[in-house]
């Protein structure tokens, strides 16, 4: 009999920190850095972030996220046998920020590893746990996207710096005889480094190089809605369905007129895209489970539906996940 993944729970955690883009547009004034709440709303629909305190870290927010699914799986730490996590934005340059986080959830033991593929890590790291799950090499993985973007924006640069925010999400992904995950369509393409990076590395004890974030955000926008559409296809194609039977769409939330420009190449209503970056803007790998946690908690996505979850980021990086909820 065929070996499935399926989620079993999901949670999210955004720290306490929150500025609107009101506060926002204050703080980079004391800075001589002119924006406002009009363009940053009109451009990306983003109305606010959550930024963590000093000392906190991705395999904190992560840690917070992790309970909350765990605890609506109705698993223990003790039950988890993969931890994966996706972050541009870990603890240390090593280990991974999964041992980290799996030291401070107490399961010690499982395997951990990080997975690298800035904003789509998530739909990364939940095809690689997918994959292990379905040739036995793991029964009940934990899956969590978090990042702390606060910690690479330079506030000198508006074109970036009114986009990002801290947070993380989480699912727990088990075994199953039902099916779960249907199909998933992974991509990179390394020539398009230069348009959406952090430039800087460890050399010699001290960072050499800029290590704050840089992006071309129109060669990002450009690229990213056609590299969406073609996942989303590539992916239906895989699982023999179609768009029409898409009951939910949950996209990385970096911008409101890349979901917009996605769900018209998909012919899908926005009532079936799940928008949530107005209240986070964007936080990377941590965007889709955040995206996708509170959808399931508001009663927005219920189980037994059919979700199209998707992401592109740094690298260029880009990819889709079909699954049954
Ligand atoms: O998560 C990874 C994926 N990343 C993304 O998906 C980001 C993709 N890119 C985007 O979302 C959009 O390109 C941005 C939101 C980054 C920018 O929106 P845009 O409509 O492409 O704006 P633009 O870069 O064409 O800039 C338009 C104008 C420029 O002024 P001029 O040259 O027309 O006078 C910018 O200098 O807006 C100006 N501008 C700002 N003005 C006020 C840029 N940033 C700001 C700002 N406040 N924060």
Redesign the pocket.
């Known amino acids: 009999m065929k070996r499935y993944s399926r989620i079993t729970g999901t949670g999210s955690f955004l720290p306490p920190r929150r500025l609107t883009n009101a506060d926002l547009v204050t703080e980079l004034a004391g800075r001589g850095v ?3 709440d009009d ?2 709303v009109e ?2 629909g983003i109305r606010a972030r959550h930024f963590a305190s000093d000392g906190v870290f991705s395999s904190d927010l992560g840690l917070e996220a992790a309970k909350n699914a765990l605890a609506a799986a109705g698993r223990s730490a003790k039950d988890i046998d993969l931890i994966i996590v996706a972050t541009s934005t870990p603890d240390m340059v090593f280990p991974s920020t999964a041992c980290i986080l799996q030291n401070k959830l107490g399961a010690n033991g499982c395997a951990a590893f990080d997975v690298q593929a ?2 789509s890590g998530f739909v990364y790291a939940l095809a690689v746990a997918d994959s292990m799950i379905q040739t036995g090499a793991a029964n009940c993985a934990l899956v969590v996207g978090a990042e702390v973007f606060s910690r690479i924006l330079d506030f000198n640069d ?3 710096c ?2 990002f925010g801290d947070g993380a999400g989480a699912v727990v992904l088990e075994a199953s005889k039902t099916p779960g995950i249907l199909a998933s369509d992974l991509h990179a393409d390394g020539k398009h480094v230069g348009i ?1 990076c952090v430039p800087g590395h460890v050399s010699g004890g001290s960072i050499s190089g800029d290590p704050l974030l840089k ?1 071309d ?2 060669a ?2 450009k690229l ?1 809605v056609g590299l969406l559409e073609s996942a989303a296809r590539a992916t239906l194609a895989k699982a023999h369905l179609t768009e029409a039977d898409i009951d939910w769409l949950v996209p ?1 939330q ?2 409101i ?2 979901m917009q420009s996605t769900a018209r190449k998909l012919k899908m209503s926005m009532d079936k895209v799940v928008v949530t970056v107005e209240h986070h803007g ?1 936080t ?1 790998a941590a965007s889709i489970p955040l995206a996708l946690d509170t959808a399931v908690r508001s009663g927005q996505v219920k189980v037994g539906e059919t979700l199209m979850l998707e992401g ?3 690298g260029f990086t880009w990819g889709a996940l079909l699954l049954i909820l």
Do not use: D, K, P, Y
């Open positions: 002119e924006t406002s363009w940053i451009r990306t800035v904003c508006r074109t970036t009114v986009l959406l992006m955000g129109q990002v926008f990213a990385h970096a911008n007129r890349i964007n990377s592109v980021g740094g």
